[in-house]
């Protein structure tokens, strides 16, 4: 029998401790991070695509594959995935989707439901991908000089709007929960209708991606996200490395 964390248990703690760490690192040490750009979004890249290895290998080979649980259809594996093509791409319109929707991440990280111990695959899969989602647009700006996308709020929320009615058309066919809208995260709500929860999950979102715009206005601001320029960092420790 699959054995999830409990909500404020230890291992809740564990994985929050490790987010706070990495969260920490990237701020405390932006300017470093911002030399070595290049070398730590391959490691991104590559960490990001083994971990999506690791997931779906391990709904193959250690799980029943169900495509009720193991399909790429969760808004954090749809991130991870956005999150890889960004890397790769630079679009910024992929930018200002996972600045937005990858805030659903803190609300898994805050209350997490149905999620696996950190000593499973599964569960080490999770705390990668929740990392990444949720500290790549602050990554993306402190590397790539991208201001913060504060003004795609509305662009982000059509995307969310699609994704929703998408997975609510689709749960049905597949016996799947994704985005939690068969079995909700709290009991309470199971007993809302369809129509009047979707509308809530939709209110829901708008209100949370209104705070996310005013945190990108309010950074924007903050000497912590002062412009980099990538070819002066580099080129002032050049004569050092050709010494």
């Given at each position: 029998?699959?054995?999830?964390?409990?909500?404020?248990?230890?291992?809740?703690?564990?994985?929050?401790?490790?987010?706070?760490?990495?969260?920490?690192?990237?701020?405390?040490?932006?300017?470093?991070?911002?030399?070595?750009?290049?070398?730590?979004?391959?490691?991104?890249?590559?960490?990001?695509?083994?971990?999506?290895?690791?997931?779906?290998?391990?709904?193959?080979?250690?799980?029943?594959?169900?495509?009720?649980?193991?399909?790429p259809l969760h808004?954090?594996?749809?991130?991870?995935?956005?999150?890889?093509?960004?890397?790769?791409?630079?679009?910024?319109?992929?930018?200002?989707?996972?600045?937005?929707?990858?805030?659903?991440?803190?609300?898994?990280?805050?209350?997490?439901?149905?999620?696996?111990?950190?000593?499973?695959?599964?569960?080490?899969?999770?705390?990668?991908?929740?990392?990444?989602?949720?500290?790549?647009?602050?990554?993306?700006?402190?590397?790539?000089?991208?201001?913060?996308?504060?003004?795609?709020?509305?662009?982000a929320f059509g995307?969310?709007?699609?994704?929703?009615?998408?997975?609510?058309?689709?749960?049905?066919?597949?016996?799947?929960?994704?985005?939690?809208?068969?079995?909700?995260?709290?009991?309470?709500?199971?007993?809302?209708?369809?129509?009047?929860?979707?509308?809530?999950?939709?209110?829901?979102?708008?209100?949370?991606?209104?705070?996310?715009?005013?945190?990108?206005?309010?950074?924007?601001?903050?000497?912590?996200?002062?412009?980099?320029?990538?070819?002066?960092?580099?080129?002032?420790?050049?004569?050092?490395?050709?010494?």
């Amino acid at each position: 029998m699959t054995e999830f964390i409990k909500p404020f248990g230890l291992d809740h703690f564990i994985y929050m401790t490790i987010f706070l760490l990495f969260a920490i690192i990237l701020f405390k040490k932006k300017d470093a991070i911002a030399k070595n750009q290049s070398t730590i979004t391959k490691v991104i890249l590559v960490t990001s695509i083994i971990q999506q290895i690791v997931l779906y290998g391990s709904y193959l080979f250690l799980e029943d594959f169900n495509p009720a649980v193991s399909l790429p259809l969760h808004i954090s594996r749809i991130n991870t995935i956005m999150g890889i093509l960004y890397l790769i791409t630079r679009d910024r319109d992929i930018y200002k989707i996972i600045s937005f929707t990858g805030f659903f991440a803190l609300l898994s990280f805050l209350y997490p439901s149905q999620v696996h111990k950190i000593s499973h695959p599964i569960g080490i899969s999770f705390l990668v991908n929740h990392i990444i989602t949720l500290l790549m647009p602050f990554y993306i700006r402190i590397c790539f000089e991208e201001e913060l996308p504060w003004e795609g709020k509305n662009f982000a929320f059509g995307f969310f709007l699609t994704y929703l009615m998408a997975v609510y058309t689709l749960n049905p066919l597949i016996d799947g929960n994704y985005f939690y809208l068969v079995n909700r995260p709290i009991t309470l709500l199971n007993e809302i209708p369809d129509l009047g929860y979707l509308i809530l999950c939709s209110i829901f979102a708008y209100v949370m991606f209104s705070l996310v715009e005013l945190l990108y206005r309010h950074l924007e601001n903050k000497p912590l996200f002062e412009k980099f320029n990538i070819k002066k960092l580099t080129n002032s420790i050049s004569p050092e490395i050709e010494m």
